[in-house]
């Protein structure tokens, strides 16, 4: 019973390797018996004695960062064997990429929507309402949606804006009531 209990189950290397895990063992506080998948990729990608190498030439507080990277690179290798981490690299840059021309496009909707709102100074012809006698670029842009008249900005109906706009007469921000009755 207490041989049982002063076990140490081996690490995730040493039972992938399927060898005795000794007290100074080199993987076992970066490969716990819990995760011996981690181990397993590294192992396929890496092999067990170039990393055995790598982390007895790094410093001791070093090998932690090294293990992590080494087993994100194997996880990595393992779903994309051409290009790896820098497959999801070379993703999530063009994603960044792409998102950051979409927010600098709707910028630019904006800002061209609050510069062409300003009121003209002219009267409206007598009988026409105060809507009909704006040019389209004035007119608000739920009237320009309803009218087949696109103006760059879309909003699906009752969604609710989270903030108000400049051009947007109705506080609350929903779209029922806000350009014209069609």
Sequence with gaps: MASSSSYNCPCAACKFLRRKCMPGCIFAPYFPPEEPQKFANVHKIFGASNVTKLLN???????????????????????????????????????????????????????????????????????????????????????????????????APGMPMPYNLPWNDNPSGDTDGGGGNM
Excluded at 137 to 142: C, F, G, K, L, S
């Design 57 to 155: 030439e790094l410093l001791p507080h070093q090998r932690e960062d090294a293990v992590n990277s080494l087993a994100y690179e194997a996880e990595a290798r393992v779903r994309d064997p051409v290009y790896g981490c820098v497959g999801a690299i070379s993703f999530l840059q063009r994603q960044v990429h792409r998102l950051q021309k979409e927010l600098e496009a709707a910028n630019a909707d904006l800002i061209r929507y609050a510069c062409n709102e300003v009121p003209t100074a002219l009267p409206a012809p007598p009988g026409a309402s105060s809507i009909e006698s704006m040019a389209p670029r004035q007119r608000p842009v739920e009237y320009n949606r309803r009218m087949g008249n696109e103006g760059g900005y879309y909003q």
